[in-house]
């Protein structure tokens, strides 16, 4: 089993940066893919970048150019580091993770964490 607590959230102005972690523990090696999600008000939650265990990176193309994803395997952690932020980027981020153990998928949510963008 794993677990996923993220922080790093917060209000920030148009054009700001922001940086969040999430910590994973438990059952490490058996996860494959982390990356991150985002959800708005009365949107359904949506990709925003993944990586894989070997370090390539997927993004959805709103935050291309925009935001980096990292991952750090010794200290079982991702990151994701946003740039030149705008008002729509606002909305609840949800750190994510799946493992495989043979023909079975296990997927992993943390408890969100708040990125509110003022005009």
């Known amino acids: 089993q794993v677990q996923l607590v993220e922080s790093g959230g917060g209000l920030v102005q148009a054009g700001g940066s922001l940086k969040l972690s999430c910590a994973a523990s438990?059952?490490?090696?058996?996860?494959?893919?982390m990356g991150w999600y985002r959800q708005a008000p009365g949107n359904q939650r949506e990709l925003v970048a993944q990586i894989t265990s070997g370090g390539t990176s997927n993004y959805a193309d709103f935050v291309k150019g925009r935001f980096t994803i990292s991952r750090d395997n010794a200290k079982n952690t991702v990151y994701l580091e946003m740039n030149s932020l705008k008002p729509e980027d606002t909305g609840v981020y949800y750190c994510?993770?799946?493992?495989?153990?043979?023909?079975?998928?296990?997927?992993?949510w943390g408890q969100g964490t708040q990125v509110t963008v003022s005009s």
């Open positions: 438990g059952s490490i090696s058996s996860i494959n893919d």
């Open positions: 994510y993770a799946y493992s495989i153990f043979r023909t079975l998928r296990f997927d992993y």
